[in-house]
């Protein structure tokens, strides 16, 4: 086409770039494409020229493919629970498992000081929480990662020797993992709460419920996961900000042995009662189960998968397969969520919990498409919104996992497997469902929302395995 004829052709226009030239050309009657694009790595020179050496090496998918075959041949079934101190390699006295990567205390935020004081005085080292924080304060209490012992957290994630654990067994492979009981909704430790009324449940999990689904997961012969999920995906469940479905078929699942391990009726009432009264009972079953996936493709050299993400209130860190224990961090953000009455984002402290490690493993933000109720719950928009967030999950992940299917997306498996790479490429950070907790201590949760995980953390895994490879 010669220019002339095409100065004499009706202007059609494909706008790659700033939205404002397009609306401007919709504006006047001229019909524009409007291309979602940008420059790969954000415009970052460094991080593009460091892509463009790591992809298609061979070595690196080879190993993310065997990453990824390690994470769908997971086998993992809840087997006991158990008290921490019996079974947490390295959970010392006068020491607090935490969620999130390593902090010191002089870092925490409220949430975490809060429940920090409530776990000291759960434990007799401090007789009120006063003196408990004069404990914290003065170095009388060491801080530890729960990832550091083999255990993920909600929210704030607190283990200490005499909490119960629940216990997940990768029958596949031969690892555990381990978390808590969820303790229910409101003012709990998780969110930071510390009163009588939250130390007075925490004992009760330990002295009744927890004795008690030990003798029935025994006598059941484990529990296995993998279908419950599948089942639960089906059922409206994205098992982060909702486990209804999941906890539902949990009771159906253990109730007989429950009925049988508790000859006290009102016991038994008592279990049924809080576990059916308790929809994110099974936040924490999944949150064990998550580690337990993706701790055997930790240190496959080479891989660029993601293997934990979780925040600390302060700073969001996650781990990458070829680099093994070690933390890529950055400031965490702050949710968007919706409130609870009387709250407001002004409430909110930043994100906090080692919960990511469900969205880890392809659940919560990656499979909201499941559930589009969690999408209004959370002020993350529509039922399409939903679709339109599992969709760009998919951008960021290897493989689709065919054990776990979205019926909205016409039975597509829910995306997994994180590489490095894409989340750097295409600067989609992976979205996390969450809880919003109150930015004081003792005052607990306060709204539901959604977060990003910070790029900054990927674009240093990526200089990393860059530099290992010898390439960067």
Not at 39 to 68: C, M, Q, T, W, Y
Not at 97 to 111: K, R, S
Not at 145 to 151: E, S, V, Y
Request: net charge negative; charged share 20%; aromatic share 6%.
């Amino acid at each position: 086409m010669t220019v002339d004829s095409l100065l004499k052709t009706p202007l059609q226009v494909v706008n790659i770039g700033l939205e404002s030239f397009a609306r401007d050309l919709a504006a006047a009657d001229i019909p524009v494409v409007d291309l979602d694009w940008q420059p790969p790595a954000r415009g970052d020179a460094g991080l593009a020229r460091l892509l463009a050496k790591l992809d298609g090496v061979p070595a690196i998918e080879a190993a993310n493919a065997e990453a990824l075959k390690r994470l769908l041949a997971a086998d993992p079934v809840l087997i006991d629970v158990q008290v921490a101190g019996d079974v947490l390699n390295g959970l010392e006295d006068r020491m607090i498992g935490h969620a999130g990567p390593p902090i010191l205390w002089d870092q925490m935020c409220g949430p975490l000081r809060g429940a920090i004081q409530g776990a000291i005085v759960l434990e007799g080292w401090a007789p009120d929480l006063e003196a408990a924080d004069s404990l914290a304060a003065s170095g009388g209490i060491k801080f530890v990662p729960n990832h550091h012992l083999g255990a993920v957290g909600p929210m704030t994630g607190m283990i200490t020797r005499s909490m119960p654990v629940l216990v997940v067994e990768n029958r596949t492979f031969g690892n555990r993992a381990y978390c808590t009981l969820n303790e229910g909704l409101g003012k709990v430790m998780r969110f930071g709460g510390n009163d009588a009324d939250v130390l007075k449940r925490l004992r009760w999990l330990a002295s009744d419920l927890a004795p008690a689904l030990a003798a029935a997961l025994r006598a059941s012969g484990g529990l296995g996961l993998k279908n419950i999920i599948a089942r639960g995906l089906t059922m409206g469940d994205e098992m982060h900000q909702r486990n209804v479905a999941c906890t539902s078929l949990f009771v159906r699942a253990m109730a007989p042995h429950l009925a049988r391990a508790i000859s006290d009726p009102a016991k038994l009432a008592s279990v049924f009662e809080f576990i059916g009264g308790n929809d994110q009972f099974f936040l924490n079953v999944a949150m064990a189960m998550g580690k337990a996936i993706a701790d055997p493709a930790k240190g496959i050299a080479n891989a660029t998968l993601v293997t934990a993400m979780c925040r600390n209130g302060t700073e969001f860190g996650i781990r990458v397969a070829a680099t093994g224990e070690r933390w890529f961090t950055a400031p965490v953000e702050q949710p968007t969520g919706l409130y609870f009455a009387g709250y407001s984002a002004a409430d909110a402290n930043p994100d906090i919990g080692d919960s990511a490690i469900v969205e880890t493993v392809g659940l919560g933000g990656f499979a909201m498409a499941a559930s589009p109720a969690v999408a209004g719950f959370v002020g993350a928009g529509s039922a399409s919104d939903a679709l339109d967030i599992t969709r760009a999950m998919m951008d960021i992940a290897v493989g689709r996992n065919p054990d776990w299917t979205i019926p909205g997306l016409d039975f597509a498996g829910t995306p997994v497997g994180i590489d490095i790479r894409k989340v750097v490429e295409t600067g989609i950070a992976p979205t996390i469902n969450t809880g919003i907790a109150h930015k004081k201590p003792g005052i607990g949760q306060v709204g539901a929302g959604t977060v990003k995980a910070p790029l900054k953390c990927f674009d240093e895994a990526l200089a990393a395995v860059a530099e290992i490879m010898g390439v960067a």
